[in-house]
């Protein structure tokens, strides 16, 4: 049974089937390890090995090559887990070797990031930020298209293995500045804003 949180508003008529109860901004979710993910961009630093540092860009089947090492599996890795198989790579060069990676341009993986469609202004994928919230989503994705029913979008997000719906009022939030309509969002989730009826 699919359960899910309204943010301001009573059960939303597009979707009739789906049980609600409220949400609070003030709720803590535990905040996930970054992961790499395709499109990053990296800076490997090797230690005393100046010509053995690189920045690489990680290649859409989420591998990367550096000097000596070639097709290394980085997407779906921490950076620090990234760091010791890339020592454990070296060692045959190395003496040593102490690898540091610092991601530059944040993509992550798909599981890491937060997808809104319907009537933004800039609907697109965003790069999960811890402490994100709702409004920082939308203000993102530019607000809302004139043709927005903001109070009738909803937050998908994984839970159990189902998806779990939560009603938003956009409009509360941004047109009403209703700071309590605001909610915290997660890796994965997906806000939809329906277009009004009229």
Known sequence: MMIGLVIGLPACSSYPDIATSPITAAKQIPTPDYLIGPGDSLNIFVWRNPELSASVPVRPDGKISTPLIEDVQAAGKRPSELGRDLENQLKQYVQEPVVTVIVNGFVGPFSQQVRVVGEAAAPQAIPYRENMSVLDVMIQVGGLTPFAAGNRAVLVRKEGGQDTYYQVALDDLLKDGKVQAN????????????QSWF
């Open 183 to 194: 909610a915290p969002v997660l890796p994965g989730d997906i806000l939809i804003i329906p």
